[in-house]
């Protein structure tokens, strides 16, 4: 059987523990992923801090060259990652699963390369000259979830090195393989002590996020996981970005044409089975409107098909967990107990974590699939009658993370975006992120922007020159 490894150091460490990874389609045996020691934490953690300061001397040019060199390896191995993330994730490795999980991979890798933060003359007169540069924190941790292992990784992992850091990636117990080997792969163009892992549960993250040696945490996942994390970092007085999902709304202005834009509501709601942050979690459709939404996403739903990803027809896989099934297994059978309109769509196959895509409509705010996020195939359409009671619908609850407006002309689309409360308001797309385009979360869905200048940003301090002319 596979045996999959931590990088420490540039070395693969032979672990002392492991667990079995099986496949969420079919059950089957993937491979022994390792579990850290707090031991093999702290040997993570020393590594990532003697090759900080060496790291962080070489110049800009250097670590951009480096970092581009990345981007090559990920795109030289994307098919046997893809491969690997399909297998141990679920998402299919057509339509916009696992190879699209790679592109993004290579493009968030690209973008960070491509960009520079240069010093900033911040003020001048004829006594004084103050320059603003932006020097690395120190040593990162990072904290990554199950849903886009790979892609939330790099996120995470890549500005960070750009820009002088050494990392400790630490990714999900559900999905540590496919990381592990990106991982591995990478460091063939890293100096050793640049890019490490551990690997276990939340007792060896939470060992990583409090370690005293730590400058720095990127974490995405849960709320509740988010706020240990907060008090973990009164050990080491870490800035954190925190990326806490969300629970999207999308509203349908009254008259648009839902033929038009069905199939951009349907990715933005069922994109990786919905265990997406930025996906569409409750949609609000104007009752005039309501039917016509509700048979064009049957339509489009009733064309999918869901089954084992390595199938290259299948476009909707199984859920990644036992956790997460039975998560929206009961969100959906509470909808049905308080007589919603269950609509249910594909043929699932009887072995796996498999759910037929959903809509779910009758349902109102306060159901608890409206107002729990619900993180995966089973989206809630909600009547309004009123836009102003849609509005104040969507900005209802403590999630912040993204939201959208949709109608045929985006002029008016935009007065109500603007009257929207969230990290980032799509008009007629949804989740559509960007490599160059700042992406994070308001109120509950956390705090700390990633992605471009701004995410560059945030792996670094602030260091003034001031100097007496
Ligand atoms: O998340 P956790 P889980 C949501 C989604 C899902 C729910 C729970 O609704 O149903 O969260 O998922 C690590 N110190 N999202 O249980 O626990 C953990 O090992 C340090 C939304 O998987 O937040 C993993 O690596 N680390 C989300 C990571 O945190 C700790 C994506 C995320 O796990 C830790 C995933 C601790 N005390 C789930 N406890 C999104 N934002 O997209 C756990 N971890």
Known sequence: MQKY???VNGELAEPVESHKIFNPANGDLLGLAPISTENEVEQAVSAARDAQLAWARRSDKERAEITARIAKVLEENSEYLANLITREQGKPLSGPGSRFEMQACVGWTQGPAS?????????????RKDTLHRVPLGVVAAIAPWNWPLMIAIWQIIPAIRMGNTVVLKPSEYTPIATLEMVRLINQVLPPGVLNTITGDGRIGS???????IDKIMFTGSEATGRRIIEASTHNLAPITLELGGNDAAIVLPGTNA????EGLFWGAFLNMGQTCACIKRLYVHEDDYEAVMSSLGNIASQMTIGDGTDENVLIGPLQNKMQYEKVRELVADARANQCDVREFGDTPDKGYFLPVTLVGDINDGQRLVDEEQFGP????VRYRDLNAAVASANRLPAALGASVWADDPATAAETASRLEAGTIWINQHGAIHPMVPFGGNKASGYGCEFGLEGLKAVTQARVISLKK
Request: cysteine-free; hydrophobic content about 40%.
């Open 5 to 7: 490894q931590n990088v």
């Open 115 to 127: 960009l520079e933060l240069t010093p900033e003359v911040v003020y001048e007169d004829d006594e």
């Open 207 to 213: 060992k990583l996020t409090s370690h005293p040696d």
């Open 259 to 262: 033929g038009a834009i069905a």
């Open 378 to 381: 089973a989206l809630p359409i």
